[in-house]
């Protein structure tokens, strides 16, 4: 891991953060349609992340590590019946 950040030029840091935003980012994303009070703490914990790690969303959001994460979380999350996407918007947070 620390390898491949020192060849990409970033930090264990930025790839922490780049993972956790579009951890938050895909959850939002596949609970706002069902659960829009999910999506609304999710939002919520999105803004207390980025403002506590001084976060330029735009920036990490083009990250390889970001788009990983999102993917692959929005992709878990879409996978699930209804029924079980929405338990999971509502144990997220």
């Given amino acids: 891991m620390l ?5 990409a030029g970033t930090t ?9 935003v579009g951890a938050i980012e895909a959850v939002v994303f596949a609970c706002a349609p069902i659960d829009p009070k999910s999506a609304k703490a ?3 914990l999105l ?8 976060l330029d969303l735009p920036t990490l959001r083009k990250a390889e590590a970001y788009k990983a994460m999102y993917n692959s979380e929005a992709n878990r ?17």
Avoid: P
Wanted: contains cysteine; charged residues 25%; proline residues 0%.
């Fill in 12 to 20: 264990v840091a930025d790839t922490a953060s780049e993972q956790i």
């Fill in 47 to 54: 803004e207390t992340t980025r403002v506590a790690r001084k």
């Fill in 3 to 7: 390898l491949a950040c020192a060849a």
């Fill in 42 to 44: 999710g939002l919520e």
């Fill in 77 to 93: 999350l879409l996978s699930l019946s209804v029924k079980d996407r929405l338990a999971a918007c509502k144990s997220a947070w």
